[in-house]
């Protein structure tokens, strides 16, 4: 948790709204802008990206992938200042964000890591709230905009009816849910989340996404994922990263750069890339050793 509020300061229904998705006004400009410039990242001694640079569509929906392990989750860390470079920089709004103030930062970036902790005994409530805090000061304490905030972010993520219960007590999906509240309560122009899906079922996952795609669409906010469902990220990026072995092999709109040929390089699996039948976006279709692809089914 402490990791969390460094970088961005900090048995109900399960079903999330379908028909009506509140929105969360941005505190933040919707125009900041995220790069990456020669980054080199490591954990201690151990180098998992080298010389890396990226810069972020600014107003677009941007999905990280690869294999596990080819660093697309130590690329989101750093870029959200979790994980300081070894060399190189990470730019927030043209300022190297290791030399902006970490209330500032938070102000403009919000980040969801893997497997966040919640402190023992906390509610949904006030955890959701404490993605208000880069919005507290001197002269500026909790108010009805906070209020409004928070509860836009319970309603929007299914959360409201759970909002007085400890977070400790909620399933994993639950627990999911609440912390994208969270981050969605902060109120920044740029979100990034490192696999939101997870321990969500299918028609939750299409619901998150969904949600990300109305605060894209109607906010004009800057969102990154990394996500490990390829059609997923297919289907809602605006811009796609494909990383293997810490480097970029390709990025692009999904429908420029997704080949059979892409994927086997980057994953290492035969595959068909044809179009989805409903968003027209690519489809991929694994190849397995055990199935008969001598002909057309």
Not at 252 to 264: D, S
Request: aromatic content about 4%.
């Amino acid at each position: 948790m402490e990791e969390l509020l460094d970088a961005a300061p900090p048995t109900a229904d399960d079903d999330l709204p379908v028909d009506h998705v509140p929105m969360v006004p941005a505190d933040a400009p919707a125009t900041t802008t995220l790069a990456g410039q020669e980054l080199c990242l490591a954990y201690d001694d151990r180098e998992v990206v080298e010389r890396l640079s990226v810069d972020i569509p600014t107003g677009k929906i941007t999905v990280i992938v690869g294999p596990n392990a080819c660093g697309k989750s130590t690329l989101l860390r750093a870029l959200a200042r979790l994980l300081k470079p070894k060399r190189g920089a990470v730019m927030l709004d043209g300022r190297s964000i290791h030399k902006t103030p970490t209330k500032e930062v938070a102000a403009k970036l919000g980040i969801l890591p893997q497997s966040p902790v919640a402190p023992e005994g906390i509610t949904v409530a006030d955890l959701v709230g404490r993605g208000r805090y880069p919005h507290q000061g001197w002269f500026r304490q909790w108010n009805a905009a906070d209020r409004a905030a928070v509860d836009g972010a319970l309603e929007a993520t299914g959360t409201l009816d759970i909002a007085g219960r400890p977070v400790d007590e909620l399933s994993g999906g639950q627990r999911q849910r609440v912390w994208i509240a969270m981050t969605l309560a902060q109120g920044t122009g740029l979100m990034l989340l490192d696999e939101p899906t997870t321990y969500l079922d299918l028609a939750h996952q299409v619901e998150v996404l969904d949600l990300l795609v109305d605060l894209n669409q109607r906010e004009g906010r800057t969102i990154v994922l990394v996500l490990h469902d390829l059609n997923h990220a297919c289907r809602y990026a605006h811009h796609l990263i494909a990383m293997r072995g810490g480097t970029i092999l390709a990025e692009g709109a999904p429908h420029e750069i997704v080949t059979p040929e892409l994927v086997t390089e980057v994953f290492g699996l035969p595959c068909r890339v044809i179009e989805d039948p409903v968003s027209g976006t690519p489809m991929v279709v694994p190849i397995g050793r055990h199935l008969n692809v001598s002909h057309d089914r």
